[in-house]
């Protein structure tokens, strides 16, 4: 439940996005294709959205799974292709010591940007929670790591059955 309350807080920070573009079943049928068996290693207890962008840099919102911690900001300079900057404001104000390393920060950013996702997370079950399609929001899709037949399953959001043990959030963006 807290790492769906994690989403949920995550999403709140960023604002609409202006991209009204549909996306097709095609498109998520060669997604899924594609994505169907990658685990997502490098992000094994890592959220990660993209929260802004600019033509000079791209700020990333990174925590630990389960929505329990404060996140960091971390900009990402477009020019240099590395990052500038983890802020830990976030950490020091709820006198949180760090919980993950500054490589760990850097694997989950470098990973994400080769993916081109807006989000990535995984919980503590490994279902992988994704938004390739569209920034500053939810994920667009589930994948659970075993399929339980259930048509809509709650987990912050509702999902509805897309294609085995792929789900699509309910609230996305309809064509």
């Given at each position: 439940?807290?790492?769906?309350?994690?989403?949920?807080?995550?999403?709140?920070?960023?604002?609409?996005?202006?991209?009204?573009?549909?996306?097709?079943?095609?498109?998520?049928?060669?997604?899924?294709?594609?994505?169907?068996?990658?685990?997502?290693?490098e992000?094994?207890?890592?959220?990660?959205m993209?929260?802004?962008?600019?033509?000079?840099?791209?700020v990333?919102?990174?925590?630990?799974?389960?929505?329990?911690?404060?996140?960091?900001?971390?900009?990402f300079?477009?020019?240099?292709?590395?990052?500038?900057?983890?802020?830990?404001?976030?950490?020091?104000?709820?006198?949180?010591?760090?919980?993950?390393?500054?490589?760990?920060?850097?694997?989950?950013?470098n990973?994400?940007?080769?993916?081109?996702?807006?989000?990535?997370?995984?919980?503590?079950?490994?279902?992988?929670?994704?938004?390739?399609?569209y920034?500053?929001e939810?994920?667009?899709?589930?994948?659970?790591?075993?399929?339980?037949?259930?048509?809509?399953?709650?987990?912050g959001?509702?999902?509805?059955?897309?294609?085995?043990?792929?789900?699509l959030?309910?609230?996305?963006?309809?064509?």
């Amino acid at each position: 439940m807290r790492f769906e309350i994690f989403i949920g807080v995550i999403v709140s920070l960023c604002s609409c996005s202006g991209n009204s573009t549909a996306i097709t079943t095609k498109e998520i049928d060669i997604f899924i294709s594609k994505y169907e068996d990658v685990k997502f290693e490098e992000f094994r207890d890592i959220s990660i959205m993209q929260r802004s962008s600019n033509l000079g840099k791209i700020v990333y919102v990174v925590g630990k799974s389960g929505g329990t911690l404060p996140v960091y900001f971390v900009t990402f300079d477009l020019q240099r292709e590395k990052i500038a900057d983890i802020n830990k404001t976030n950490l020091q104000k709820s006198n949180i010591e760090d919980y993950l390393t500054i490589n760990k920060i850097t694997n989950a950013v470098n990973a994400i940007r080769k993916y081109n996702f807006y989000f990535l997370a995984i919980d503590s079950f490994q279902n992988v929670y994704i938004n390739p399609f569209y920034a500053n929001e939810p994920p667009y899709l589930l994948r659970l790591k075993t399929f339980i037949g259930d048509s809509v399953i709650k987990k912050g959001y509702a999902y509805e059955i897309y294609n085995k043990k792929w789900y699509l959030n309910m609230t996305r963006r309809r064509n």
